[in-house]
């Protein structure tokens, strides 16, 4: 057995995968493979059995399904591939995980599962499903009754191993690896290594190669780490309350992929921050311009993916935002490095959901110091910051602006009406919050405290009978996508333009919104209809807007691909 410590600096495309996989890799904005990936793609590629050692959420599920993917035949229709996972949800996420990979390559994925009725299954299985997707209970049930054959499997997973052995399915394990042909390939991944999962691979494995991807240590000791639990649905809205009560210079944001970029990007932005995305597809000369404002201060918030933030070197840089999670401890320490710069205090905070709580022990053990937990602020604690800035304003209004011919028409108010004097100028007060509401609702943030769904363990032990429906994990937080506020637009005053970026790109009105809106500076109720076509779009935008606008969206990039504006005939 050997131990690898992969290269950073590898690529999808270094590690031998074929084009439909990178292809999807890259519209699902995956920017380059994680540690485990990086050091077990190749090793699964040339067919040799793996053993897999990574905490929660560094992306071993890429790190097998990609190799599994390239190696099989979507032209067989018989299962090929079977995945055991612990729980129902880690089989759907994982199935869910094999159908995104492989949406150009044309494979049958199939997740089966307590709780689920046989029926569907059955159809599925007859049609000739090519990957299955199972946990041990309902796996073993299929076998037992003819209905999953596997003599012509080509290779098994085991995932999340030692918690399929704390759920007591090692027996269900071992009985379904004996029903597997002596050939197929295995790879078992694990996140601990206790003795029963080594003998299970000592017996079963032959000749694995052991990956484990052990996690470098030293964070600056200039910098405050803070965490806080949130679920994924929720992240934005914390994040928001958190902006605003922090006493931030400038800050960095980091996301997982380069879609994410754009979006929370977007949305920072239609909350009123100075803010752009950094991706690696945004073109070299782009990426330094972007930097540039941020060193000069035009720009106060950076929303970047680890790549394109590589040795970002920003003074004013006060607080790193983890809104994501790094897929492994070295890229968190890569990433708080960004703040606490030339002897400067910084601020790091991340945002953790209740599945990666392993993925922040592990930071916590691998960079030798525990985190102070954060408190999301409340609805109160927003009020009434903006109730004494507000205040402020007030005062420095009455100091510094001559307010002569304003006393004049609130005197003159005052004659022609009864109200009292607080009265209109609560009425003002009301007024100039505008389009940005003062006082915010009270919302709690109250993660789930369990990590996984057990029903399927709950499941077995009432005896496979009655079924039970999982929660599905919120994994769509891009819901109020598309909920934008427009503004009045009377169709004479706005003109139609083309953008040659469509369906094809995977792009959305959101996008788009956010990319005119940053690049043209111009407020998004400004931006009229949006319709997407297959190869372009066109967008309704005021025909009052600037020359100089319009030729910054001309050279402007929307989902990392050029936006080529083009006016109408
Ligand atoms: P694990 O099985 O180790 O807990 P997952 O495979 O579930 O981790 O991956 C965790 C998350 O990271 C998923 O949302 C996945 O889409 C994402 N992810 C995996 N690999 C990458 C990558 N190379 N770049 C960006 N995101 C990734
Ligand atoms: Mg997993």
Sequence with gaps: MTSSTPNTATLFADLGLPQPLLQSLSELGYEKPSPIQAASIPILLEGRDLLGQAQTGTGKTAAFALPMLTNLDPKK??????????????????????????RNMGFSVLPIYGGQSYTNQLKQLKRGAQIIVGTPGRVMDHINRGTLVLKELEALVLDEADEMLRMGFIDDVEW?????????????????????IKKVANTYLNNPEHVKIETKTTTASTIRQRYSLVNNNQKLHAFARVLEV?????????????????????KLSARGYRCQALNGDIPQNQREQVIDKMKRGKLDILVATDVAARGLDIERISHVVNFDIPLDTESYIHRIGRTGRAGRQGEAILFVTPRERRLLNAIERATN???????????????????????????ETIDKVDLERFSQLVSEFMQEGDSAPETI??????????NKPLFEAETEFKPEKREFDRSDRNERSRGRSNSRDGNRDSR???????????????????????IQVGRNDGIKPGNIVGAIANEADLDSKNIGHIKINDDHSTVDLPKAMPKAMIKKLQKAYVCGKPMGLTEPN
């Design 425 to 434: 100028a609560a009425a003002l007060a009301y007024i100039a919050q505008s």
């Design 246 to 266: 922090v006493d931030f210079d400038a800050v960095i944001v980091f996301v997982r992929t380069k879609l994410a970029t754009v979006d929370v990007a977007e």
């Design 77 to 102: 229709k018989y299962p090929q591939l079977l995945v055991l996972a612990p729980t129902r949800e880690l089989a759907i996420q994982v199935a869910e995980a094999f159908q995104r990979y492989s």
């Design 476 to 498: 769509d937080n891009n819901r109020d996508r598309g909920k934008r506020k427009k503004g009045p637009h009377k169709a004479e005053d706005m003109r139609t333009y083309r």
């Design 369 to 395: 110091s525990p985190m102070e937990t954060m408190e999301i602020p409340s609805a109160n604690d927003i009020n009434k910051k903006r109730a004494s800035d507000f205040k402020q304003l007030i005062g």
């Design 176 to 196: 379904i690896l004996k029903h597997t042909p002596e050939s197929r390939q295995i790879a078992l991944f694990s996140a601990t290594m206790p003795k029963e």
